[in-house]
């Protein structure tokens, strides 16, 4: 075994050794610029994420799902006594978290849709939404009144179908290979849903468990 | 020089997260000086990507040259994955805590070694 081992380290050392050598004609790279035009995008980095390395933003909204089960398996053993301590509840906090609310999910409704032309995109967007909404909704009705209302299941599976969603959509692109905004803007808007109930399942299930160490 | 300030700023915050990583003896301030390295080295990236006189990585913003967008594209993932990852340890730090009742490195050393305290 070590030698087999030792030889792919080996034999790996040496195809870096080639690639840097110069031996092989490189690839001419085209200008960013250039592929953001044929996106029909102005923002190099959107469509880096959501173009030239997709497989890379797949894998990574696969692998925040797998951490969410993780949170969820890992939180659901654990007993506690009673309720925690009470959340503090003024009246202020109520009206400043009824007035933001809009705002919070215009704003990242916005951030997801103009994500292909200026700074923004779908995981921003998703951080806002999840996490303002879940802070403002918590300071709004306290922790308890908010998991008796909201059915949590029936929002995990809208991020899972959200996932399968990208993964058919960009498995149809990938195939037919149509670029264009279009598609930029549904990948960003279905990877703000899938963040944003993760991001709220985390910080829903913390939220719960307060005061345990 | 903003670039150079940044690479400074990156190197120092990734010198205390991971002086906090090996000092402390307990595992929540473990895992947070472990989140401040990870910020260090996602700074460190950012400072890479920067160029003198840059313009962001948005076309149609005038001429000049633009900041490179692959660190950026490459941070955008690694910023997410922290938080999901970090949640994720604060688990199995808690069901630690609930079944070993301690959360000192030393003590769970100690009590592997000696066999758990019953409770």
Redo the contacts between chains.
């Keep these: 075994m070590k030698p087999l081992a030792a030889l792919t380290v080996l034999g790996l050392l040496v195809l870096l050794g080639l690639g840097a050598s110069g031996l092989f004609p490189r690839p001419e790279l085209p200008l ?2 250039h592929v ?2 044929a996106w029909g995008a ?4 959107a469509t ?2 959501l173009g030239a ?1 997709l497989w ?2 797949l894998f ?1 909204i696969l ?2 799902a797998m ?2 089960v ?2 969820k398996l ?2 659901r ?2 007993r506690w006594e009673g309720a925690g301590p009470p959340v503090a509840e003024t009246p202020l906090l109520r009206r400043a978290a009824d007035l933001l609310l809009g705002p919070v999910i215009v704003f990242a409704l916005y951030v997801a849709t103009s994500g292909h ?3 923004g ?1 779908g ?1 921003p967007a998703g ?1 806002l939404l999840g996490t303002g909404l879940l802070l403002l909704l918590a300071l709004a009705k306290g922790v308890e009144r908010l998991s008796a209302e909201v059915h949590e299941p029936t929002l995990e599976w809208v991020k899972y179908g959200a996932i399968v969603a990208i993964l058919a959509l960009t498995g149809v692109v990938l195939v037919l290979g149509r670029k264009g905004s279009p598609y930029l803007i549904a990948a960003n808007l279905l990877i703000t849903v899938e ?1 944003a109930i ?2 709220w399942v ?1 910080l829903h299930r ?1 939220a719960k ?1 307060r005061g ?2 | 020089m903003e670039g150079l300030t940044a690479l400074a700023l990156a190197i120092a915050l990734l010198g205390v997260g991971l002086w906090t990583l090996i000092v402390r003896r307990n595992l ?1 301030w473990k895992l947070l000086g472990l989140n401040v390295a990870s910020s260090g080295a996602i700074l460190f990236l950012v400072a890479l990507a920067h160029r003198p006189a840059a313009r ?5 913003l005038g001429p000049g040259p ?1 900041a490179d ?2 660190p ?3 941070v ?2 690694a ?3 922290d ?3 970090l ?2 340890a ?6 630690l ?2 079944r070993r009742h301690t ?1 000192d490195v030393r003590r769970l050393e100690r009590d592997e070694e000696h066999g758990w305290p019953e409770r």
């Design positions: 960013p610029e953001a035009a102005r923002n190099l980095v880096i994420v390395r890379d933003t990574e692998i925040y951490a969410i993780g949170v890992g939180l053993p654990v032309l200026g700074p995109g995981f951080a963040v993760g991001a985390i913390f468990s345990e160490l | 929540i962001p990585p948005i076309t149609g633009s967008p692959l950026h594209a490459l955008l993932t910023i997410v994955i938080f999901a990852t949640a994720l604060l688990v199995f730090v808690i069901v805590t609930e959360q």
